[in-house]
């Protein structure tokens, strides 16, 4: 079993910024792509932005593009979501997981944390 903790959501005006990040213990996660889903309230959960194991190629949802930046740190266990420019319909809870490919689909994603809610306040 894989455990992904995801940390450093919270309350932000339009246009500032956040560093989500997300911890794996227990089993490694290694070899495993990562990636950042939202879910609005009433809404379906979204893809956000995906990451290999190496890092080397990342994808994000059009959406975000050129706003989000997603890494990882493999020495250190931890993905993470650097977004900047928020807007309000950026609001939602942030999940990471784990999984097999390149971490877009969230039907091949093995592991879940429990998210982290960010609000953007207009």
């Known amino acids: 079993q894989v455990q992904l903790v995801e940390s450093g959501g919270g309350l932000v005006q339009a246009g500032g910024s956040l560093r989500l990040s997300c911890a794996a213990s227990g089993r490694t996660s290694s070899g495993y792509a990562m990636g950042w889903f939202r879910q609005a309230p009433g809404k379906e959960r979204d893809f956000v932005a995906g990451i290999t194991w190496t890092g080397l190629v990342t994808y994000y949802a059009d959406s975000v593009k050129g706003r989000f930046t997603i890494s990882r740190d493999n020495a250190k266990n931890t993905v993470y979501l650097q977004m900047n420019s928020l807007k309000p319909e950026d609001t939602a809870v942030y999940y990471c997981?784990?999984?097999?490919?390149?971490?877009?689909?969230?039907?091949?994603?093995?592991?879940w944390g429990k998210g982290t809610l960010v609000t953007v306040s207009s």
């Open positions: 997981a784990a999984g097999p490919g390149d971490g877009r689909s969230p039907g091949r994603m093995n592991y």
